[in-house]
């Protein structure tokens, strides 16, 4: 299972931005997926999650601005990001915490996906 990402780029405040990522693979089901952020000299940490069932969760310094939102029939996620401010600028991930596999012979459970980061640069 692998996951990529896209989307990223660069804004002026208060522009928008939108990420994907979507998990390739003989999967057959992804488990909560989630969007991380690493900025420069800081630890990651998480953005926005979402369930199987599509009920969100936010960091509370991105409520209200950004959605995220997942579509099961194509394994991909998408944080839309609204009011961009300059402390959002960092390198974004996407995250799986789990997917079901086919693998040749029967199904796996995998864990803990990421994908390749994308750069979110916002001007002020």
């Known amino acids: 299972v692998q996951l990529q990402a896209s989307g990223g780029g660069s804004v002026q405040a208060g522009g928008s931005l939108r990420l994907s990522c979507v998990a390739s693979?003989?999967?057959?089901?992804?488990?909560?997926m989630s969007w991380y952020r690493q900025a420069p000299g800081k630890e990651r940490e998480l953005v926005a999650t979402?369930?199987?069932?599509?009920?969100?969760k936010y960091a509370d310094s991105v409520k209200g601005r950004f959605s995220i939102s997942r579509n099961n029939a194509r394994y991909s996620v998408t944080l839309q990001m609204n009011n961009l401010k300059s402390e959002d600028m960092a390198v974004y991930y996407c995250?799986?915490?789990?997917?079901?596999?086919?693998?040749?012979?029967?199904?796996?459970?995998?864990?803990?996906?990421w994908g390749q980061g994308t750069q979110v640069t916002v001007s002020s």
């Open positions: 693979g003989s999967i057959f089901n992804v488990g909560p």
């Open positions: 995250y799986a915490a789990s997917a079901i596999y086919y693998n040749g012979d029967r199904y796996h459970t995998g864990t803990d996906y």
């Open positions: 979402i369930n199987g069932d599509s009920v969100p």
